[in-house]
């Protein structure tokens, strides 16, 4: 008897912690009967999978291991061969897929956010036109103007994050299960994320603060 270092041997619940696991010997293996006389889980006393383990960067075909384990036992079939990277990513499949999704949404909100800042920043500067126009016939140069419009889109950015990150960490509770092995509180990746959001809005909204900074005195004063 003795005791074997922590590894997963089931490969569902990737999600919890592994449990407690023991290892029968075949000699000592008992096999439970059901109510009918038969086994239970008879399949789970044969050799489901073989590890071989090669040289770094060394490929091994499916026929080299055929004839490998046919030398030692001609009547053990071989099924298929997969690389322990492909074995992982068969198990995290979902989870990849989630998180594909995820990203893919996550890309497309940062996509019409901007449009959407885009859309009222413009209306805004749009409305002021007028008002601009006379700032500049007073003195006010480009930086000013660009100031002016560019302080109410900041004031909706940090609006928004103030909102949104609040409603991230409740999110990241109910998501918790599906960021396997990833805090959902990290402090440094919600930073990031807040910055990157931030920095697109900002560009979006700087847009047509340069455009209604570069308007002559004369044209703004005429729109009115």
């Known amino acids: 008897m003795g005791v074997a270092g922590d590894i997963r041997n089931l490969t569902y619940s990737l999600d919890k912690p592994t449990?407690?696991?023991?290892?029968l010997p075949?000699?000592?293996h008992d096999f439970p009967l059901n109510g009918e006389g038969t086994e239970i889980s008879p399949?789970?006393?044969?050799?489901?999978d073989l590890v071989f383990v090669t040289r770094r960067g060394a490929s091994v075909s499916l026929a080299q291991v055929r004839r490998a384990v046919a030398a030692v036992d001609p009547n053990l079939p071989v099924i298929a061969m997969h690389t322990v990277s492909e074995q992982i990513t068969l198990q995290f499949s979902?989870?990849?897929?989630?998180?594909?999704?995820?990203?893919?949404?996550g890309i497309l909100s940062v996509i019409l956010a901007s449009i959407g800042i885009y859309g009222v920043t413009a209306y805004n500067a749009g409305r002021r036109t007028?008002?601009?126009?006379?700032?500049?016939?007073?003195g006010a140069h480009r930086g000013q103007i660009l100031s002016l419009i560019l302080g109410g889109?900041?004031?909706?950015?940090?609006?928004?994050?103030?909102?949104?990150?609040?409603?991230?960490?409740?999110?990241?509770?109910?998501?918790?299960?599906?960021?396997?092995?990833?805090n959902p509180y990290d402090p440094g990746v919600t930073a990031i994320a807040a910055g990157a959001l931030g920095l697109c809005a900002l560009v979006a909204a700087l847009i047509p603060a340069l455009?209604?900074?570069?308007?002559?005195?004369?044209?703004?004063l005429r729109s009115e």
């Not at 994050?161 to 109910?174: D, E, H, K, S, Y």
């Open 19 to 23: 449990g407690p696991f023991y290892f």
């Open 26 to 28: 075949e000699a000592q």
């Open 43 to 48: 399949g789970s006393h044969f050799a489901h």
């Open 94 to 105: 979902q989870q990849r897929l989630t998180a594909r999704l995820t990203s893919f949404f």
């Open 130 to 138: 007028s008002e601009i126009g006379v700032r500049m016939a007073l």
């Open 153 to 182: 889109a900041c004031a909706l950015i940090v609006l928004g994050l103030l909102i949104g990150l609040p409603l991230t960490f409740a999110a990241g509770r109910v998501l918790g299960n599906q960021l396997y092995g990833i």
């Open 211 to 220: 455009r209604a900074s570069s308007i002559s005195p004369l044209e703004a």
